[in-house]
């Protein structure tokens, strides 16, 4: 079946480099993607990656992907209060299924 | 630029009572998504309607229905709420459905309590 893991909390100081962390099960993803949720709001993409490839870097975000261990991970460098949000990891698997993770919560202390 | 637009934003139902939750997209979108948010649940896909005239269940459509109106609007129906139903709503809508990067892009929430 399809399901995404990843770890509920995090929490870094202002910056510091935060990693978050996600697993999936389905080896048909196409694409994966970060999504970042502020309170009382819908969901916005962050970045995506295309499933043949490792990384991707998209100025202070990078996105590393271990696809033997279906494993993605996104690093926010030089983390900002205003990074302070639900980031959420999901996979779109052939049939056109997007599937969230749970959220980890990221807390950017000063 | 509207986007993805649900009505309403909140909501208070009795138990049993239904009620259709409305989402339509100005962006020509082929596939629409409904979820639902719960604490520490992350979202869940309640279904989708990969395009006009099809809909399929996601990982939790017990106790709903949906309607691929047209290829603007895709509505939730809850036909007799439950409070295991409180939650929060999302509507999103892509591109297309298939292998192709698409962007998902998300709706603003529907907040519904079941007493």
């Known amino acids: 079946g399809e399901d995404v893991e990843q770890s509920l909390f995090l929490s870094v100081r202002e910056g510091d480099s935060s990693v978050i962390n996600c697993t999936y099960t389905?080896?048909?993803?196409?694409?994966l993607y970060w999504y970042k949720q502020e309170p009382g709001a819908g969901l916005q993409l962050l970045t995506y990656?295309?499933?043949?490839?490792d990384m991707k870097q998209d100025q202070r975000l990078t996105v590393l992907l271990n696809k033997k261990d279906k494993h993605l991970s996104l690093r926010i460098a030089d983390t900002q209060t205003g990074d302070s949000a639900i980031y959420f990891c999901a996979e779109r698997n052939q049939g056109g299924k997007l599937i969230f993770g749970q959220g980890t919560e990221l807390s950017v202390k000063p | 630029n509207a986007g993805v637009t649900q009505t309403p934003k909140f909501q208070v139902l009795k138990t049993g009572q239904s009620m259709t939750l409305q989402c339509a997209q100005d962006?020509?979108?082929?596939?629409m998504y409904w979820y639902r948010q719960d604490p520490g649940m992350g979202l869940r896909l309640i279904y989708y309607?990969?395009?006009?005239?099809?809909?399929d269940k996601g990982e939790v459509p017990n106790g709903y229905n949906v309607s691929r109106l047209n290829k603007r609007e895709f509505s939730l129906r809850l036909e007799s709420a439950a409070p295991s139903q409180t939650s929060v709503y999302f509507c999103a809508s892509s591109e297309a459905s298939g292998g192709r990067n698409t962007e998902a892009f998300f709706g603003q929430g529907t907040r519904l309590t079941v007493v």
């Open positions: 962006m020509n979108h082929n596939s």
């Open positions: 990656i295309f499933s043949n490839m």
């Open positions: 389905d080896s048909s993803s196409t694409y």
């Open positions: 309607s990969a395009s006009e005239g099809t809909t």
